[in-house]
């Protein structure tokens, strides 16, 4: 995002507490964390069904974005055999404010390869590929690791994440 939007609160509510990502309605917006805070302690806070949280979003996020036509792609990569093998997708995975433009570094481990990740927006597939390159070769020089960038596989959006 490159314009500042404006930070709401919402408190979304359900019947029961077992999936805790699982919200059925949409109570109220507020524009502050304490205004949400103070509406579920005046009316709810003796309620013994019934669950509630207060989850923050923006007002009309990434309009410069859509403005751009830019797309949100996912991409993601193993490091096999000094060879990094890396997939792309458009996605329809939840826009992660944190993880935009960041990449993600799963280590190595026994029993997994060094594995990135890279959600962002651009206009085309080539475009976050460029993106998803610089940030490697620039992890790469920094830990010192010798890699190739393998050509990357289109992935069908119902196979990305």
């Known amino acids: 995002m490159t314009t500042t939007p404006i930070k709401v609160y919402t408190v979304v509510s359900k019947e029961v507490k077992e999936d805790p990502d699982l919200f059925t309605n949409l109570e109220g917006v507020f524009s502050t964390y304490e205004k949400a805070q103070e509406y579920i302690d005046h009316f709810f806070g003796e309620a013994k069904y019934g669950y509630r949280s207060i989850v923050s979003t923006y007002l009309d996020p990434f309009q ?13 990569s193993q490091l096999i055999e000094r060879q990094l093998e890396v997939e792309i997708c458009k996605t329809s995975f939840a826009v992660v404010l944190s ?19 890279l959600h962002c927006f651009a206009a085309s597939e080539e475009k976050a590929i ?15 690791i010798q890699l190739q960038i393998r050509p990357y596989r289109i992935a069908d959006s119902d196979q990305c994440y």
Do not use: W
């Open 130 to 144: 460029e993106k998803f390159n610089k940030l490697v070769k620039n992890y790469a020089k920094e830990q010192n």
């Open 99 to 117: 993880e935009v433009e960041q990449l993600q570094i799963d280590p190595e481990t026994s029993e997994k390869p060094l594995e990135f990740t």
């Open 64 to 76: 410069d974005e859509i403005q751009n036509r830019d797309f949100y792609y996912s991409i993601s």
